[in-house]
């Protein structure tokens, strides 16, 4: 056990995942030969949920049982036209009760909060994904039928009770669709043999390996080289800061990696079969970290990282305003995250960016006649998103004002000014 806290450098959600691989196995294993009816899939699924939040948040397990009851109660006392404005308004206040409680700690009474409860935040956040996915999907009415049968037979209020804290996604994402997960659920004697599964699991545990051992090199070069701000080597200081940015990026890509093979695992994320007839089991994922790195522009970053989440947020607000959708959507996004210091900068260096990224585009596309310009424009783009997201992730990672003052004092802090700058001249 020393030794694998060691390896995940203290990072609990991460062996909390590894450790939920071999029950979700056992649960695909069971409901696959039929030893599991489907009301049973649901209850076991739920169970699991209750019993990881209990073990590893402890009384703080209180705070998604609370938001889960809570969203029942709303299903059966609001009509569906009305569910998604409480369940979305009534959660985010919640959710915003323990972040400004965390903050009243941290900056206040200069303590270190709770780990328990620390990562019960983490579940709570994720928590209020489903629940205002679901609360939107019935409003806008697209959720199937077993979904309705809860108003009818009380053994399927199971059903999304179990949406809610099945144990695969309690403590790390994707964000799953309702219909998508009920469906899957329901199906699990159909799918694949499990013999079929365990390559594609085996490479993405290798992958999430992979990128937890990357972490030694990058925290040894960080150590062996200190930031200082009048230095006279710019491009050190900056390239300082971009690779702690990297190690920073790496803890999410390793989360979010580990989170989809225990949703693999359990059976969510088949995506049917690929060219060559091998099955394809990337329905469900927050990102590839080769592609998102590998994005020339801020908004197509954007677009790839926490690609889930991204879909929710595009989904909760940008496509329901039309005035300054991008900034409501990110300020929302800096509300969901906690509302830090940090976190409220960054998210508006984000913002400013993707908007002087679509400004910049259109203003250079038309003049990007021939291949070697093209190339160019895609580089230095590349450079430009490494370097502004390095700001973003930074800010938002650090939470406090103190990285804010010094990027600020960094000669890294140019590239998100060059994005105003897009803005007011273009």
Known sequence: MDHLWILFDGNPQLLYQFFNIPFALLFYCLARQGHLSIVNRFICLTLGGVILAIVTMGPFSLLLFFSAVLFLLLIHCLEPTHIHQWTLGLQ??????????????????????????????????????????????????????????????????????????????????????????????????????????????????????????????????????????????????????????????????????VSECVNNAVGLGLHGYSHIGNTSWEGLSDGNPWVTEMSSRPSMFARQWNRTTAAWLRRMVFQRYNRSPLFLTFGFSAWWHGLHPGQIVGFLIWAVTIQGDYKLHRFLQPRLTSPWRKLLYTCLNWVFTQLTISCVVVCVELQSLLPVKLLSSSYIAVFPLLSFLFIMIL
Not at 134 to 141: F, M, N
Not at 181 to 204: C, D, H, I, T, Y
Request: aromatic share 14%; charged share 10%.
């Open 92 to 257: 985010m206040c919640w959710q915003t009760f323990w972040h400004l409680y965390i903050q009243y700690q941290q900056y206040w009474l200069q303590e270190t909060p709770n780990s328990r409860l620390l990562l019960a935040m983490s579940a709570l956040m994720l928590m209020t994904q489903r629940v205002s996915s679901l609360s939107l999907d019935l409003q806008e009415g697209t959720v199937t039928s077993h979904f309705q049968i809860t108003h009818q037979c009380q053994a399927y209020a199971i059903i999304p009770l179990s949406y809610l804290l099945y144990f695969p996604a309690l403590l790390g994402g994707p964000l799953c669709n309702f219909n998508t997960f009920v469906e899957s659920v329901r199906q699990l004697s159909m799918a694949p043999p499990l013999a079929s599964s365990l390559g594609n699991l085996s490479l993405k545990i290798l992958q999430v390996l992979v990128l937890v051992w990357l972490k030694y090199p990058l925290h040894e070069l960080l150590q062996s080289t200190t930031f200082n701000i009048n230095s006279p080597c710019v491009f050190r200081d900056i390239l300082w800061i971009w690779m702690l940015s990297l190690l920073l990026k790496i803890n999410y890509y390793a989360h979010w990696k």
